[in-house]
């Protein structure tokens, strides 16, 4: 069965940098277009990042644009997420997904961004 296993969140000051990872089993990861998605206290779900099978396209939500990047090693199976400049507006858990609206997700790292 579909497995996604986040790691790497935690607590942040504003303007630092966090390194999300997701370790995926149990489908075929390599020819699989990948997300990230993530909800807030108190909201919905909100797609963040998409990449393709390759990893040469990639596309960015524009509350994250220019501050986030989405990789993917395919050799590992596993996808990444770089958070540079974290705002305290980037407060949820992030999910790693197999679609853009998140229903097949795995069960999320939190990141707090706080001083």
């Known amino acids: 069965q579909v497995q996604l296993v986040e790691s790497g969140g935690g607590l942040v000051q504003p303007g630092g940098s966090l390194r999300l990872s997701c370790a995926a089993s149990?489908?075929?990861?390599?020819?699989?277009?990948m997300y990230w998605v993530r909800q807030a206290p108190g909201k919905g779900l909100e797609w963040v990042s998409s990449?393709?099978?390759?990893?040469?396209?990639?596309y960015y939500s524009d509350s994250v644009k220019g501050r986030f990047t989405i990789s993917r090693d395919n050799a590992k199976n596993t996808l990444h997420l770089q958070m540079n400049t974290l705002k305290s507006e980037d407060t949820a858990v992030y999910y790693c997904?197999?679609?853009?609206?998140?229903?097949?997700r795995g069960q999320g790292t939190q990141v707090t961004v706080s001083s």
């Open positions: 990449i393709n099978s390759r990893g040469d396209s990639t």
């Open positions: 997904a197999k679609d853009s609206r998140g229903q097949t």
């Open positions: 149990g489908f075929s990861f390599s020819v699989s277009w």
